[in-house]
């Protein structure tokens, strides 16, 4: 099919996960064939938008509309645009748009020229921990077309329960771009002012609560008690930020556990590191794991989500429980020893096969071509 429109809508464009994984697989979609546009709530950063925009796929923000109103415009947005597919990746804007999808094809007009009565609907659901809209969105899964599991544990977990197809799909990240960075390590860790001999412990995650950087400032504390070379580089933005500068400032670590904030292509950052930390009591698939591990960096992480799908404790990262202090200053202790690291290194190496996003953009649009002739009225 020719000229066949897409519409994807995800809550935010910032730097987090399920964005980064959409942009990612857009710029590499045949944007000469699949007409694509990207429908947001909000855009806290202007980075991700351009870069969509510069590839050919149109971005409609609705960071100015008033907030009682924005999913009524988000409604009128999706009509206006007529998809032949609508894939949504957040919870509340697929409730709404389950039900006004449903009803479109009772309409008459807005949907002229399509081949069905309404659009396909797909669903990418990215966390097992899919946050519920009111309890409609265990009741409105039924009415999607397809729902697509960014991982394993997310196709197994509740966060797909009760809906009709589910496919699972790992998109990956760009490996050649980690590579890349990797090969540029030293240049990047001099523009963030690492000192040469600093063993760099990265976290990419944006201040939230699931990502719990208050046990991460905590086991900072105990591993540059006992290693003063470590330093830890925070990288993000949210709502707990401020809160946890303040703690890293009590604690008398300005030192030694910097927040930078935002950072543009935080891959790079990634790349440069000896060591990815993460200390979420929750995740999905991590895309930054995926970027470490593309990089060769090993990973320690707390045992959430589908990172022990991605991460063998001992092979190319420690995993810790949830929650513990002792456990998480425990592994990134010794994933600073000399032989451990090495042999970390080349576990991570190692485990990037499998992990490139060049097949993920040519899935979805096999899939969606399937769909945009399947969808019924």
Not at 169 to 177: F, L, P, S
């Amino acid at each position: 099919m020719s000229d066949l429109r897409v519409c994807e809508v995800v809550k935010t464009l910032d730097v987090g996960g399920a964005e980064v994984l959409l942009v990612e697989r857009l710029l590499r979609a045949r944007t000469d064939v699949l007409r694509y546009t990207v429908v947001c709530m909000r855009a806290s950063t202007g980075e991700l938008t351009e870069r969509l925009r510069a590839a050919g796929v149109g971005v409609v923000d609705l960071s100015a509309c008033p907030r009682p109103l924005v999913y009524a415009r988000l409604v009128a947005t999706v009509r206006g645009l007529a998809p032949h597919v609508l894939n949504v990746h957040s919870p509340a804007p697929a409730v709404v748009l389950r039900l006004f999808v449903r009803l479109a094809g009772r309409m008459t007009g807005w949907l002229a020229g399509r081949i069905t009565g309404r659009p396909a609907l797909v669903v990418t659901v990215h966390n097992e921990h899919w946050r519920r809209f009111g309890g409609l969105d265990r009741l409105t899964r039924g009415l999607d077309d397809c729902t697509v599991a960014v991982a394993p544990l997310v196709a197994r977990s509740k966060a797909t329960a009760g809906c009709r197809r589910v496919l699972t799909r790992v998109h990956g990240v760009d490996v050649a771009e980690q590579r890349r960075w990797s090969a540029r390590a030293d240049q990047v860790r001099r523009e963030f002012g690492v000192p040469g001999d600093a063993f760099l412990f990265a976290c990419v995650a944006n201040f939230r609560p699931q990502k719990n950087h208050r046990l991460l400032v905590e086991a900072a504390a105990e591993v540059v008690r006992r290693r003063p070379g470590a330093l830890f580089l925070l990288a993000g933005d949210g709502p707990l930020r401020h809160e946890i500068v303040r703690e890293v400032a009590a604690r008398g670590l300005d030192g030694s556990v910097r927040v930078l904030g935002q950072v543009p292509r935080a891959g790079r950052l990634v790349a440069a590191a000896d060591v990815l930390v993460l200390s979420s009591d929750h995740e999905g698939l991590p895309v930054v794991v995926m970027e470490a591990l593309a990089s060769g960096v090993p990973v320690v992480s707390t045992r959430v989500g589908g990172v022990p799908d991605l991460v063998v404790s001992g092979h190319n990262g420690i995993l810790t429980e949830p929650g513990s202090v002792p456990g998480l200053a425990g592994a990134m202790l010794r994933a600073m020893e000399p032989g451990p690291h090495r042999d970390l290194r080349a576990g991570a190496l190692a485990s990037a096969e499998g992990l490139d996003m060049a097949g993920t953009a040519e899935w979805f649009e096999r899939l969606y071509e399937e769909l945009a002739y399947g969808a019924t009225a």
